[in-house]
Structures are given as C-alpha cells and as structure tokens.
C-alpha cells in the first residue's frame, strides 16, 4: 500500500463495522492511484468529511480501474441511448452512496475540488441531464439508487422514500393506498417528483409534487434542510423546477391517496379505418368530464392494417385506468 491508501485506511479503521473496513482495505491495496487522481483525492476528502465507511469495490466506479462495471454503472438506466455514444463526455467516476452523509460529503468535496456533479435517482432523464454534461470541467456522477429505504406510516396515511426508490417500489403495508406517479414504473422518484410527475390518478389527486408534504435536501455547503429548513420557496421550487437546481433531494415524504384494492384497467385500440379519427375527435370533447376516477390516455402510433399485412396506417389507443373494482 502507498502511504497515500495508508493514510486513507486508517481514517476509515475508526468506524466499527469491520466488515466494511476490510473491504475497503482489500480493494485500496489493488489501486493503482496514479491513474485516478481525480477520484484518490476524492475518496480521501469523502473519508475526511464522513463519519460513515463505503466499500469501495460497489460503491465507485472508474472507468480506468473497473471497465466493464464502470460501463454498466453508467449505461443500465439510460433512457435516450444518443447520450451514450463515445462521443459524448463521461464522468471521471461513479459513485453510489450508501448514507445520507455520504452525499453530504460528496457535495462538499465536489465543490472543494471543483468538480461537477451530476445526480441521478432512476436515469431515466430523456435529455441525458443525470449522466452527461456538456461543461468544459470534469464531472462525476452520484448515483441515489443505493439510498431507497421507503418508511410508510399508516396512521398519518404518510411516508418518507428516499430519492433512489423506483417508483414501482411495493413496500407491501397497504393494498388499499396509492401514490399519484408517473406511469412507468422504473421512474426514480428522486428526479420524477422534480418534475412535477404525472400519472393516470392525476385527475383525481393531482400531480406526485401536489402530494408532497416535506422533502429532505442536501444543500450547496452540504447541510441537510428540511422543508421549514429550506423556506416555502425552495420547497416550492422543488416541486417541479427541474433536477439538479435547487439541491441533492435525499427524501420525499409523501402523502398517500386511498385507492380500491382491486383498480380495471382496459386498453381499446382503434385504426384509420375503424373510425379511428372520428373517435379521437369524440374522446377530446369527453375527455375531461369523465367521472374523475376514470383515466383515458390516447396513444397515436403506427401499426400494420391487419396482424399479418404490410399495409400501414395509423392506430390510436385508449389506455384506462379506472379506480373502481369492477370484478370482485
Ligand atoms: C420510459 C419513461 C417513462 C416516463 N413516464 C413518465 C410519466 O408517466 N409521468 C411523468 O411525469 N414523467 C414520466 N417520465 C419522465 C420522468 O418523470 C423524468 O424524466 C424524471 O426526471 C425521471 O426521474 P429519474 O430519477 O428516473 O431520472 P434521473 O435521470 O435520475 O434524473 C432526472 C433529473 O433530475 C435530476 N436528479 C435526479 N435525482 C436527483 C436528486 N436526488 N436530487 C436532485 N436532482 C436529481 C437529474 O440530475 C436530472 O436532471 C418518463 C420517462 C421515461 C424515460
């Protein structure tokens, strides 16, 4: 080991949990730090500015040290796979905390060695935002999936889920209470609620950000605010003002809405020549005085005149989500 990784494995050795020490050790003496300066003088501020231990080996990801995981880190949740192709700038390194003060000291340390950060909850960021950066320094990325503990408390029909929880998580307490998220269920709820999250219950309780109750964020110097912490302001800013902006969102906590155990969903689709486009121009006169429970989304694409023709034309589908159980 160089006195460097020494250094760094003493500072570590304080913390109790032995398991997690002697995986750092093991994986500092395989470093070759010279080729990682960036990510060295990183990892020694982290230990410096956190009380808790990280193994290194899961929770960094290198693109010199480890190829192929560095390359699955980055590349598993992208969305838009333009913002993947080698001419795109990469991130020096991943890291993935495990603790709230994990990201604290990742901001801290990120300013303190001038390096952009990028966040990312799911990555399902179409514009690549969490994973790409068009800025002349050089960036990392801090990875919110390993914070996903979601804590549900019945009795005030509230919850705190930290940012890295997808949003098809089931933390199985209730069949009969919802969340009014987005549609797709690998969404992180980190970034989905900084954008306002909208879903098939919207038109009976709102957006996911009209939900939210209190949030935890880490802010610009690295300290923990929650909402009175934080002022109305940024709370509000938060709530649809786009990732990234306003802080590091660690936690929501959520309000949850009362659904049927058992919801009907139907899917209806129609082409150009089964009336298609008269039934479209029927449903946008409909559409918004449907009972509020039920859900109708149009999805326009296309499609083959019959399942085996080349022919092509255009089909509409009616998605429903109705929240009523229909068949006990
Ligand atoms: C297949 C698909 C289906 C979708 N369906 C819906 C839908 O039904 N309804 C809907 O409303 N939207 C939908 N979206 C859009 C989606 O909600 C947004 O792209 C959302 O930002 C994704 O959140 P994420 O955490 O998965 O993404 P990420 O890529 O991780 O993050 C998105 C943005 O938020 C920032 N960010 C992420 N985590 C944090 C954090 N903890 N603190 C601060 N900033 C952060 C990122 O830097 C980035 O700018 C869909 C997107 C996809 C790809």
Redesign the pocket.
Known sequence: MTNKNQKMASAIITDANAFLVALLLLSLSHIPFSSSTIQQDFVMCLVDNSDASFPMDSSFFTRDLNASSYKMALET????LRYLMPSNPKPEFIFEPLYETH?QAAVACAKKLQLHL??????????????VSEMETAFVI???SK?RHINVDLESNTAWVH??A??GEDPRESKVHGFP????T???????????????MMRKFG??ADNVLDAR??DADGKILNRAAMGEDVFWA?RGG?????????AWKIKLVPVPETVTVFTVTKTLEQDGTRILYKWQQVADKLDEDLFIRAIIQPASKTPKSKERTISVSYQASFLVTLIG
Do not use: K, P, T, W
Request: proline content about 0%; charged content about 10%.
């Open positions: 949740s992208a969305q838009n990201v990028r966040l990312r909850s799911g990555g399902h960021d179409y514009e690549g935002l969490s994973y801090v990875d919110l914070l940012a890295g997808s949003i998220a987005g549609l797709c690998s969404l992180g709820i980190g970034g989905h609620i900084i954008g306002g999250a909208y879903g098939s957006l996911g964020i880490v938060i786009g990732g990234g902006s306003f802080g590091v969102i660690l």
